[in-house]
């Protein structure tokens, strides 16, 4: 693997790598590459979506996360479950179950990320409201799909919503919470640990997007956290009263549930990496500009399909609309009357929800710094491209001949690699010498 210049939660082993092209083929970045037998991931394309994990046949890919031993560090554990941590059980009829289960792991106290997406979804709708903002608002909340526009559609960034994610806005709120009942602590004294479907939200903890460092100290596997859950769950009797959270924030655990929060019918919402790429190509093109939210999940399903899940994505999801079924609509609000609703409020909440930091765009595709430069190489791949058989097969180790010529010119790869044009020189050969007999 390349030395990661950010860190990344998608790892490879290579031990167990057989070189084949499942993951060469799918990359939405096209960060992989096969080189001398084995997967190579390219830092600097790489969005930790996950989609290798979940197509690898050998188990190559993992993804990386802080393990339950951290809670040592901390005098004050606060666990931080997704909506999509309750989807995972079969039969639960009460949240409480769950989360009065964590604190029997080991946790000092529960903060439900979907209380914070209430607020989030509560902020949102009033900011789309304002003037001068780019329509269609393409939602931030999945990280996969801010660094996919960062990385491949930098003509998007002004329509990227900049407000901090829901598990962003909880880890704060958490810590606020802890000092506040407990003036004893110190901030250092309490960690906050997120329990997540998905690789990607490891990744935002450690790099994260829109402010300068997250209030995340830790990420843990949901797979990992609901087998240690089961035992607990299976000895509570009577449930903690803990849970404070609606039907608005559980439905951000699928797709759609974002978007029926902001009460406005001019939404679309899609899921699963490719249908994304779809949509971000279609409003590039200005195709779908009369919308005007968009929220885009990278994994099928929503987040109920992370590859650190457990449960069928669509399962999951319909033991989610069980548990909404008797929940009120929302139980939490950026102020305390409910709404921000004139431009005072609006501009006091505006310093807890929008971003402190501002995108940098990362052209991935950059041949050189110097525009004459890159202008020639440019033209040599090009050129090159058109030498080539254009089936995209993958031999070459590299995702399409358009990538494959680009890695010839610079450097990393050989023109003896493509099966195919060998093998018609081998043909030819063949042919001259029967010919000449």
Same mark, same amino acid.
């Given at each position: 693997?390349?030395?990661?210049?950010?860190?990344?939660?998608?790892?490879?082993?290579?031990?167990?790598?057989?070189?084949?092209?499942?993951?060469?083929?799918?990359?939405?970045?096209?960060?992989?590459? +096969?080189?001398?037998?084995?997967?190579?991931?390219?830092?600097?394309?790489?969005?930790?979506?996950?989609?290798?994990?979940?197509?690898?046949?050998?188990?190559?890919?993992?993804?990386?996360?802080?393990?339950?031993?951290?809670?040592?560090?901390?005098?004050?554990?606060?666990?931080?479950?997704?909506?999509?941590?309750?989807?995972?059980?079969?039969?639960?009829?009460?949240?409480?179950?769950?989360?009065?289960?964590?604190?029997?792991?080991?946790?000092?106290?529960?903060?439900?990320?979907?209380?914070?997406?209430?607020?989030?979804?509560?902020?949102?709708?009033?900011?789309?409201?304002?003037?001068?903002?780019?329509?269609?608002?393409?939602?931030?909340?999945?990280?996969?799909?801010?660094?996919?526009?960062?990385?491949?559609?930098?003509? $998007?960034?002004?329509?990227?919503?900049?407000?901090?994610?829901?598990?962003?806005?909880?880890?704060?709120?958490?810590?606020?919470?802890?000092?506040?009942?407990?003036?004893? =602590?110190?901030?250092?004294?309490?960690?906050?640990?997120?329990?997540?479907?998905?690789?990607?939200?490891?990744?935002?903890?450690?790099?994260?997007?829109?402010?300068?460092?997250?209030?995340?100290?830790?990420? =843990?596997?949901?797979?990992?956290?609901?087998?240690?859950?089961?035992?607990?769950?299976?000895?509570?009797?009577?449930?903690?009263? $803990?849970?404070?959270?609606?039907?608005?924030?559980?439905?951000?655990?699928?797709?759609?549930?974002?978007?029926?929060? $902001?009460?406005?019918?001019?939404?679309?919402?899609?899921?699963?990496?490719?249908?994304?790429?779809?949509?971000?190509?279609?409003?590039?093109?200005?195709?779908?500009?009369?919308?005007?939210?968009?929220?885009?999940?990278?994994?099928?399903?929503?987040?109920?399909?992370?590859?650190?899940?457990?449960?069928?994505?669509?399962?999951?999801?319909?033991?989610?609309?069980? =548990?909404?079924?008797? =929940?009120?609509?929302?139980?939490?609000?950026?102020?305390?009357?409910?709404?921000?609703?004139?431009?005072?409020?609006?501009?006091?909440?505006?310093?807890?929800?929008?971003?402190?930091?501002?995108?940098?765009?990362?052209?991935?595709?950059?041949?050189?710094?110097?525009?004459?430069?890159?202008?020639?190489?440019?033209?040599?791949?090009?050129?090159?491209?058109?030498?080539?058989?254009?089936?995209?097969?993958?031999?070459?180790?590299?995702?399409?001949?358009?990538?494959?010529?680009?890695? +010839?010119?610079?450097?990393?790869?050989?023109?003896?690699?493509?099966? +195919?044009?060998?093998?018609?020189?081998?043909?030819?050969?063949?042919?001259?010498?029967?010919?000449?007999?």
């Amino acid at each position: 693997m390349e030395k990661d210049k950010k860190f990344h939660s998608v790892l490879l082993s290579e031990d167990k790598c057989k070189g084949c092209t499942h993951c060469l083929r799918r990359c939405p970045t096209e960060a992989i590459r +096969i080189r001398d037998g084995k997967a190579v991931i390219k830092s600097e394309r790489c969005i930790d979506c996950g989609e290798c994990i979940r197509l690898c046949p050998y188990s190559a890919k993992k993804a990386r996360f802080d393990d339950f031993d951290a809670l040592k560090n901390y005098k004050w554990k606060i666990a931080m479950p997704a909506p999509a941590l309750f989807g995972q059980f079969d039969n639960l009829e009460d949240m409480d179950i769950v989360l009065t289960a964590l604190l029997k792991l080991g946790f000092d106290d529960v903060y439900e990320v979907a209380c914070a997406a209430e607020k989030v979804s509560e902020f949102t709708r009033q900011y789309i409201k304002r003037p001068g903002v780019v329509k269609p608002v393409i939602s931030s909340a999945c990280p996969v799909i801010v660094r996919l526009i960062k990385n491949r559609f930098p003509t $998007l960034y002004k329509n990227i919503l900049p407000v901090l994610p829901p598990v962003e806005i909880a880890a704060r709120d958490a810590r606020k919470k802890a000092m506040k009942e407990h003036p004893e =602590l110190k901030k250092e004294d309490i960690g906050i640990f997120f329990i997540s479907p998905c690789p990607a939200k490891v990744s935002y903890a450690k790099s994260p997007l829109g402010v300068k460092k997250s209030d995340i100290d830790a990420v =843990l596997s949901m797979s990992e956290t609901y087998f240690r859950l089961i035992p607990e769950m299976n000895k509570t009797e009577i449930p903690e009263t $803990l849970s404070n959270t609606g039907l608005i924030g559980i439905s951000w655990a699928g797709t759609g549930g974002e978007s029926s929060a $902001l009460f406005n019918d001019r939404y679309l919402a899609a899921d699963g990496i490719e249908n994304v790429i779809k949509v971000l190509d279609e409003i590039e093109n200005d195709n779908i500009s009369s919308l005007e939210f968009i929220e885009l999940n990278a994994c099928n399903g929503g987040c109920v399909g992370g590859v650190l899940t457990v449960e069928n994505p669509y399962i999951a999801k319909a033991r989610l609309q069980s =548990l909404k079924r008797y =929940l009120p609509v929302s139980r939490n609000h950026v102020i305390e009357n409910g709404g921000v609703v004139d431009d005072k409020a609006f501009e006091k909440a505006k310093k807890n929800y929008i971003w402190t930091q501002s995108l940098e765009y990362t052209p991935v595709n950059r041949l050189s710094d110097d525009k004459v430069e890159a202008m020639k190489i440019l033209a040599e791949i090009e050129a090159l491209t058109e030498t080539l058989p254009k089936l995209d097969c993958g031999s070459c180790g590299s995702p399409t001949c358009q990538a494959f010529a680009e890695d +010839i010119v610079k450097g990393s790869a050989k023109i003896e690699d493509c099966v +195919i044009l060998m093998r018609q020189g081998t043909d030819n050969k063949k042919q001259k010498g029967s010919e000449q007999k």
